[in-house]
């Protein structure tokens, strides 16, 4: 029943809307949708607005109308650095409890899912979650007992609808992810610990985009791990003077990575997964960094009957508030190993104030 207000934060050069911007509040961490659009609280006044490849702005938060300036237009104009990313990576695991908070904590926000099958959406995917995590970190000695330091409890579910596929479609449903799926991807620490082993005797080349009172915003490519197939492409923001990395966005290349299925008439294919893409960002509150917002995008193709079907799932993990937790968890949690679908218990949809993007809304209303 809270009164709120809608932003609208765009680029100050282009005017182009600009998707998963932070505004973080006193209390409250909120993010803009696909069109660059956010619902906030109407009492709400001062406000951060900042994005990874732009300068940070404060605001009273009267105006509706925000705009950002980037601060770098041009990779390829930037020069090679010898910036030692692994470096940067092993001194920020080996003191990742300074940095990062890392007791137990209970998160208020929503997981969106979509997929979509040959560039058009099939699936969307709205919920409220409290997420519940007892060090912040993956924990490597529980990797095969998720459960004991990441839960998932269900609250709501605001948006639900799925393409439904007749007798003659050779998919017999969307692809997506499941929750036993991404636990590890909601927690930086585990990646940056794939990245260092994936590249260990291979280099990983840099270029300083950016830099202003300590803040570096840092491209990076590394070769190519030819026995696994990958390579790692991203950029990030690194405050030299916390030596935190502040959002990591990373594209992973795989070359060999694919799942064996067998569809409804017992025919066997192959799903290849050729890019995945992952976002962690965080905000500083009491000299530490809390986790905000985690994306995930998985892009590749089927092959049915000699058709290629392209497919890609995107994930995104909006944390909007914290409260210390417990070290027990939750009461009432997801089974990590089902899909989120089958973990509502009626199938039941109770639509509240959520900005849908008009792609999103379009979906939601077609017959």
Same mark, same amino acid.
């Given at each position: ?19 998963? +911007?932070?505004?973080?509040? !006193? ?17 709400? /006044? ?24 980037? =601060?770098? @237009? ?36 929503? =997981? ?39 839960? =998932? ?9 799925? @393409? ?42 840099? /270029? ?22 990958? @390579? ?6 690194? *405050?030299?003077?916390?030596? +935190? ?15 064996? @299925? ?23 509150? *009491? ?28 994930? !995104? ?13 939750? /009461?009432? /949690? ?29 979906? =939601?209303? +077609?017959?």
């Amino acid at each position: 029943s809270q009164s709120t207000k809608t932003l609208i934060i765009s680029d100050a050069e282009d005017s182009k809307p600009i998707p998963n +911007a932070k505004i973080v509040t !006193e209390n409250s961490v909120f993010y803009t949708n696909d069109d660059g659009k956010v619902l906030i609280p109407d009492d709400i /006044k001062d406000i951060e607005v900042s994005a990874p490849s732009y300068e940070i702005k404060k605001t009273d938060g009267k105006s509706l109308n925000i705009s950002l300036q980037p =601060i770098f @237009k041009d990779i390829d104009e930037v020069l090679i650095t010898n910036i030692d990313l692994k470096k940067i990576f092993q001194t920020l695991l080996a003191d990742y409890k300074n940095i990062y908070y890392t007791k137990p904590s209970l998160y208020t926000g929503s =997981i969106k899912q979509k997929s979509f099958i040959d560039g058009s959406l099939s699936h969307l995917l709205v919920v409220d979650v409290n997420i519940w995590s007892k060090f912040n970190f993956f924990d490597m000695n529980e990797i095969n007992n998720p459960n004991s330091f990441f839960q =998932i409890g269900l609250n709501n579910v605001k948006y639900y609808k799925s @393409k439904k596929f007749d007798h003659n479609s050779k998919l017999e449903s969307v692809p997506n992810l499941q929750p036993k799926d991404f636990v590890g991807t909601f927690f930086m620490n585990y990646h940056i610990v794939g990245i260092l082993n994936s590249m260990k005797d291979l280099k990983i080349r840099t /270029k300083l985009l950016y830099e202003n009172s300590g803040i570096q915003k840092i491209y990076f490519e590394s070769e190519e791990n030819t026995t696994l197939g990958v @390579k790692f492409e991203g950029i990030l923001t690194f *405050n030299k003077n916390d030596n +935190a990395i502040v959002n990591l966005k990373t594209n992973v290349e795989q070359k060999k990575y694919f799942s064996e @299925k067998t569809d409804k008439n017992g025919v066997k294919h192959k799903d290849y997964t050729t890019n995945a893409e992952l976002f962690f960002d965080f905000y500083k509150r *009491n000299n530490k960094y809390y986790p905000s917002l985690i994306t995930v995008k998985g892009i590749g193709y089927s092959i049915r009957d000699e058709k290629k079907i392209s497919f890609s799932v995107d994930q !995104e993990m909006k944390l909007e508030k914290y409260t210390e937790g417990n070290k027990r968890g939750l /009461k009432n /949690k997801i089974d990590l190993s089902k899909s989120f679908v089958d973990n509502i218990p009626d199938k039941s949809v109770n639509e509240t104030k959520t900005l849908l993007s008009k792609e999103e809304q379009s979906f =939601i209303d +077609a017959k």
